[in-house]
């Protein structure tokens, strides 16, 4: 129309027409500007790290009363059976089987424990929830496994020899071979028994709704003195001098199967590389521990010392397992990088920061530690009741026992604390590094303890031989 035709020159020149389409065009550019920011913004922000579990001194307690019992009840078992054993003629004769105890009873915490360390972590941090995951976590975790325990226990049997030649000064080629066969046969068959289990109860935890930290390692040690001793008992008194090389060859010839299979999972193919100087300082740190053990039993006025070896030091390995995997699960869980520094730890760590700080570690410490003296209690009454050792449980035995076993597990959990938080300042994965110094020297701690009280108690006239003969 022709009045249209006069207001428009006007209405372009004010602007007045295409004010609506760029008031949308604005509009249109801010809502781009701000979902571009807010792409920027998710792009930037990295994966919320899982919370870490909130659990009371009682949900701990709760948790970790029933494997400890248990696995207590396993270290018994194993103090009967080597008490038993070391008088059988394989021992007397071949005193050096002795120093392997500790070494393969120690290969729990430097094999099963980190496994189920490694396993417990990786389930926490959701790396086993699909199928394909946990068969991968599976398979390289057994193959790796294997791999040490023949490895190391072919490293023990050489230990053994060497620490029986050089006080004898003798070397005997028959023994040698008898010790590399019941040390390799023994490391082979518990940790592929033990790491099956261990697997079981980790898959078993997280269906249930279990913290995997707080059962795997005690139950793994619950059976693995029991079966290791059993297995290395059983063969060195039934091997002989045409078997004992077939078995030394045959397990070592698998290790290049096992080597092929861990390499193929990238979670072990790192560890496989690097994971063996722990395994091999701590195997020396028990072998030590095993010396100090053949000295004090092959001597009649300590033999009774045999029975209580493998509680004491089985009780404060499992407890310290369970701590260093439950530090090392909660850095992992905080979203920290391997090599970055716990903001919230203190930069020199200190016994009353271990068991009177406020964080969630310092509280499993105290339970952990309260655990010591009744659960210790309720063993030796069960050592009594089945007429185990040679030793009466009178009450100055007990103060000593007792002061023996919570200075160990102090020092011990004190240790946890340091140890898994330096690893983690430089760069180390306390997964696969802490657990085995750890129980190394708890094994070196209780038998020098023990052997300690024995003397002490010797020297003061509390002396006795003869009970359960």
């Not at 991968?136 to 190391?152: D, F, K, P, R």
């Amino acid at each position: 129309p022709r009045g249209v035709r006069r207001e428009l020159p006007r209405l372009l020149d004010s602007g007045r027409l295409l004010s609506p389409f760029l008031s949308q065009g604005d509009a249109l550019l801010e809502n781009a500007s701000q979902s571009n920011e807010s792409d920027d913004t998710s792009t930037d922000q990295s994966p919320v790290p899982p919370a870490p579990l909130k659990e009371t001194s009682f949900s701990i307690g709760l948790q970790v009363l029933f494997p400890f019992l248990l696995a207590g009840f396993g270290t018994v078992a194993a103090g009967m059976v080597l008490d038993m054993v070391q008088h059988w003629q394989v021992f007397q004769e071949v005193t050096e089987v002795f120093i392997l105890v500790p070494a393969l009873l120690g290969l729990k915490g430097n094999l099963e424990m980190t496994l189920a360390s490694r396993l417990s972590t990786a389930a926490n941090i959701g790396h086993m929830d699909t199928a394909k995951e946990m068969w991968n976590m599976i398979m390289g975790n057994l193959a790796l496994i294997q791999v040490q325990a023949t490895v190391v226990g072919f490293l023990a049997s050489i230990a053994a020899v060497i620490f029986g030649w050089i006080p004898e000064g003798e070397f005997k080629l028959n023994h040698a071979v008898l010790l590399c066969a019941s040390s390799v046969a023994t490391a082979f068959i518990a940790s592929l028994l033990l790491g099956l289990i261990m697997i079981g109860v980790i898959i078993a935890s997280r269906k249930v709704g279990i913290n995997p930290d707080n059962v795997a390692t005690p139950i793994a040690a619950s059976l693995g003195d029991l079966i290791t001793l059993a297995l290395l008992a059983l063969p060195s008194a039934g091997y002989n001098d045409y078997v004992n090389p077939l078995v030394c060859v045959f397990f070592v010839a698998l290790t290049p199967i096992w080597v092929l299979i861990a390499r193929k999972i990238p979670s072990t193919k790192e560890v496989l590389y690097s994971g063996w100087e722990p395994v091999i300082i701590a195997m020396a740190i028990s072998s030590v521990g095993g010396l100090i053990l053949d000295k004090t039993v092959s001597n009649p006025n300590f033999a009774g010392m045999a029975v209580f070896t493998p509680v004491i030091n089985g009780v404060a390995g499992n407890l310290v397992a369970v701590q260093a995997s439950r530090i090392s699960t909660y850095l992992h869980m905080n979203g920290l990088a391997i090599g970055e520094p716990d903001p919230a730890s203190q930069k020199c760590i200190t016994p009353c920061s271990t068991f009177f700080g406020s964080g969630v570690n310092s509280r499993s410490a105290r339970v952990l530690f309260l655990l010591v003296a009744p659960g210790h209690l309720v063993f030796l009454y069960t050592i009594n009741s089945m007429q185990g050792g040679h030793t009466t449980l009178t009450s100055i035995f007990i103060a000593f026992y007792l002061a023996a076993a919570l200075l160990q597990v102090m020092i011990l959990l004190y240790l946890a604390d340091w140890m898994v938080q330096w690893m983690w300042g430089r760069g180390m994965d306390p997964d696969n590094f802490s657990i085995p110094y750890l129980t190394a020297l708890g094994d070196l701690l209780g038998t020098g303890f023990l052997a300690l009280c024995f003397h002490i108690l010797w020297l003061i006239g509390d002396r006795d031989t003869d009970v359960g003969d």
